[in-house]
T-cell receptor, first 114, second 113 residues
């Protein structure tokens, strides 16, 4: 009974490189949420996706950030041309079709931009 | 818009004592969910407990219980018989239906032996 799987756990990128973060939801879950946690802060919503659709991207920065959740495979959060300020923990959560009473998170990807 | 407030940035509690972590929220909606998460120093987010706005009884999960006072818009987490392993950051969060969670700023709980 695998939970939400995120990889990599840790990612180091130089400024200007691309970061790709992956999230495989729990089995049977078709809703994926991405959150960002800056050091010493709470989690901030970024984007909510269902299979092949972006439902709510109100928390996504307008530039350099994109997300997808294809029909097959994991959800991907992509950050182009990373900057130092992108250094954070990125968490993915998934839920099923019914009311979201148990939002389970993956272990997060800690991105460090050097 | 939803807003979650956690007014205790840090707390120190003696081992085996009960602890209450405060959480208040602001919403005009009648249907919503309230969540508590634990984040230990290792960084993962661990789901603890959920309370629906229409649930008449307070939620309980083992040593965790949620003191839900709807009229006051508060959803405090109570941990009974605290243990050293309870030392962590604790986040309160809320959502509507199947939508995004809005988090508070967290409370850092330290259990003293």
């Amino acid at each position: 009974n695998a939970g939400v799987m995120q990889n990599p756990r840790h990612l180091v990128r130089r400024r200007g490189q691309e970061a790709r973060l992956r999230c495989s939801p729990m089995k049977g879950h078709s809703h994926v949420y991405w959150y960002r946690q800056l050091p010493e802060e709470g989690l901030k919503f970024m984007v909510y996706l269902q299979k092949e659709n972006i439902i709510d991207e109100s928390g996504m920065p307008k530039e350099r950030f994109s997300a997808e959740f294809p029909k097959e495979g994991p959800s991907i959060l992509r950050i182009q041309q990373v900057v130092r300020g992108d250094s954070a923990a990125y968490f993915c959560a998934s839920s099923g079709q019914v009311l979201n009473t148990e939002a389970f998170f993956g272990q997060g990807t800690r991105l460090t931009v050097v | 818009a939803q807003k979650i407030t956690q007014t205790q940035p840090g707390m120190f509690v003696q081992e085996k004592e009960a602890v209450t972590l405060d959480c208040t929220y602001d919403t005009s909606d009648q249907s919503y969910g309230l969540f508590w998460y634990k984040q230990p120093s290792s960084g993962e987010m661990i789901f603890l407990i959920y309370q629906g706005s229409y649930d008449e009884q307070n939620a309980t999960e083992g040593r965790y219980s949620l003191n839900f006072q709807k009229a006051r818009k508060s959803a405090n987490l109570v941990i009974s018989a605290s243990q050293l392993g309870d030392s962590a950051m604790y986040f309160c969060a809320m959502n509507f239906g199947n939508e995004k969670l809005t988090f508070g700023t967290g409370t850092r709980l330290t259990i003293i032996p």
